[in-house]
């Protein structure tokens, strides 16, 4: 009988010990689960602010001004056009 009694005290004892590192697992998943949520949250957030930049900054009015400042271009005009020939299309070899 004290064989059974130690037996059941060991099954006892190994299920609590069991018991005790599940709940720690799903402690410690839980607060993963919500550090990435957070996360998630913060990446969303840096998304839209970053879609309502890149939107205010490709405003046809700036790209114009832009191309206008830093590339030095300007409208086309009929006054001045510029014909560029390509002379390995027109056949006539140097």
Known sequence: MTRLNLLLL???IASSLVLIRSAYDS???FAEIHKAES???RLEGEFKRLEAERQAQATSLRVERTAREKLAMRTVTPAVTMYVIDPA???VAR
């Open 39 to 41: 996360e998630a949250a």
């Open 10 to 12: 060991l099954a006892v």
């Open 27 to 29: 402690r410690r998943l």
């Open 89 to 91: 299309a027109s056949g």
